[in-house]
């Protein structure tokens, strides 16, 4: 997706809300990555409060920043210019004079919708499963009454309590489009996650219920808009019916595609008048520079993102999809692990997870397991060798325990490892296996001691997306297909649908990608993961 980096440029990130700038970025199929000298900066020391010219500067969550505090009405002001930010575009910012309909979508009369758009229909009952526009559900739930809490984010010194508002999600009252104009597009782009399909199948089956009867899928992500040979797939209720039983993508997945302006040139032949985009960082960079090239040329178009990663990478939600799946998939190569270096004589299991930039996936599959006793995450730096290393602590276990089991995120201890420069389709490093590279510094540590130790590697990293999603995760998915649907209907475009505080929201894209969401080495989480593991300071 090289191609799409010079359309997004600086359009997908915000300089008011982060301390990134574009070469702390690698825009290929538009994944962003955050500078590992950066993250490290960060690690060390979550809250970094800054005293100078009555300014307080946040450096980890890049808040705070420009904000003059001796200003008696600076919080009023920041929440206003918060306000603003994370206002959702409307089709009406565009076109002002755009005509709304009654909403097609009640679940209180289940009349066929005719050929003819029919003015009042559901019913004439007044129905009340309709979200307000005003609605609005808070961003923040907890009040810090000092920066050195743990996992606290401070806008100033005092950790005042800002109240920080985003718009709920769900269907409204008038909607921006008639059903039976509508052709409505899906996508799946990057690697695969489970539950895609599960999403897939919801927005097909909400969109029939508005009345939509022109759905199709663009096969294999943003290059089925220009490879000629990949037909779109027509989509309906019948085909999507038992899609979800199984993993992986019904239309594919690919990294990469073609230029911006090449993809919104396909969506005006096609005739699309709502897309729906399923991915990652990447992905979403790329929605919201097609939904940007959509506005410019005044196309009545949505473009809606649903965020796909089981990483659980994206900035200001609870969880993305696929991510509880991955961690239930992740016991089982954790449990194997286990068992073997348990069954053998001085016995180490070496599991490697996914996860490039950030450790949600090895620290959640860590505390479920309750087998770990290392864990290791790119986010939290460690030494191998010396007094207060992994190695010496492995040599501990083994002497007290009689065998250890490790848990190694995918992007962990990458600066142990030769660089090669290379990148994969979407622009990412290549890493290096951290996982070959513990079994080796393992064993020859050992047998420099003279010690015996027997080592186990397993490596489940595609086995843990490629399944289908379980009961949480399937919820997830249904709840944000449908809520993709009404947020396209309500004539939005631009946005993502995320859960925010157990609540279904909408984001303008800009917000969930100006950096990846990363485990923060204060929070409580990550101290309940080290309480169970019992893993020293491998500093």
């Known amino acids: 997706m090289e191609s799409l980096s010079p359309a997004i440029g600086k359009k997908a990130i915000l300089p008011s809300t982060t301390g990134y700038t574009d070469h ?29 010219n009555g300014v307080s500067k946040s450096a980890a969550a890049g808040v705070g920043v420009g904000i003059d ?6 919080k009023l002001k920041y929440q206003r210019e918060f306000e603003a930010r994370f206002n959702i575009p409307h089709m009406t910012d565009v076109f002002p004079d755009a005509v709304s309909y009654p909403s097609t979508f009640c ?23 309709y979200i307000n526009n005003n609605d609005r559900v808070l961003l923040k739930v907890i009040n810090y009454s ?33 059903p039976e104009e509508v052709k409505a597009a899906i996508v799946t782009c990057g690697g ?113 993102g649903v965020p796909k990663t089981i990483d659980n990478d994206i900035m200001l939600m609870d969880k993305t999809f696929g991510f509880d799946t991955a961690v239930e998939e ?5 449990n194997s692990a286990y068992i073997e270096a348990h069954s053998a004589y001085r016995g180490i299991g070496i599991v490697k ?73 979407s622009g990412n490093a290549v890493l290096g296996d951290i996982g070959v590279y513990l079994q080796q510094e393992i064993k020859k540590y050992f047998k420099e001691l003279g010690e015996t130790a027997d080592v186990k590697y397993i490596d489940p990293t595609y086995m843990i997306r490629a399944c289908r999603a379980n009961a949480s995760d399937g919820i997830l998915c249904t709840v944000l297909g449908q809520n993709a649907v009404h947020g396209a209907f309500a004539g939005y475009s631009g946005i993502t649908v995320g859960i925010c505080n157990t609540h279904y929201v909408y984001f303008p894209i800009p917000e969930v990608i100006s950096k990846p969401r990363v485990v923060d080495p204060n929070s409580r989480m990550w101290h309940r993961c080290l309480t169970s593991t019992g893993q020293p300071d491998f500093l």
């Open 107 to 129: 679940l209180k009369m289940r009349t066929p919708i005719t050929e003819k758009f029919a003015e009042g229909y559901p019913s004439d009952e007044k129905w009340h499963g």
């Open 330 to 334: 992740a016991q089982r190569a954790i």
């Open 24 to 52: 702390d970025l690698f825009l290929g199929s538009v994944r962003l990555r955050t500078v590992r000298n950066l993250n490290r900066t960060c690690r060390r020391l979550r809250i970094r409060v800054q005293a100078g």
């Open 353 to 425: 997870l996914m996860g490039r930039s950030s450790g949600f996936i090895a620290m959640q599959a860590s505390l479920a397991s309750g087998q770990i006793d290392i864990c290791l995450i790119p986010e939290v730096p460690f030494n191998l060798h010396g007094p207060h290393g992994v190695l010496r602590h492995l040599k501990y276990l083994l002497e007290t325990k009689g065998s250890a089991v490790i848990c190694a995120a995918e992007g962990a201890g990458q600066d142990f490892l030769e660089k090669t420069n290379a990148k994969d389709a």
């Open 192 to 304: 695969l996650c489970p539950g895609l399909n599960d999403v897939i199948r919801q927005i097909v089956i909400t969109l029939e219920i508005y009345g939509v009867k022109k759905i199709v899928g663009i096969p294999f992500g943003y290059r089925g808009f220009s490879e000629k040979d990949l037909a779109e797939m027509p989509l309906s209720r019948k085909v999507v019916q038992n899609v979800h039983l199984s993993g992986g993508s019904l239309l594919g997945v690919s990294r990469g595609g073609p230029k911006v302006s090449d993809i919104v040139d396909s969506i005006q032949e096609r005739g699309i008048n709502m897309l729906f985009v399923l991915g990652g960082n990447g992905t979403h960079a790329g929605a919201n520079a097609i939904h940007d090239e959509c506005r410019k040329r005044r196309i009545k178009a949505a473009v809606v």
């Open 69 to 74: 505090f001796s200003d008696p009405d600076w």
């Open 146 to 178: 000092s920066p050195t809490s743990a996992g606290a984010e401070c806008i100033d010194s005092n950790c005042s309590w800002v109240e920080q508002w985003v718009h709920r999600a769900g269907p409204r009252e008038k909607i921006f489009f008639k």
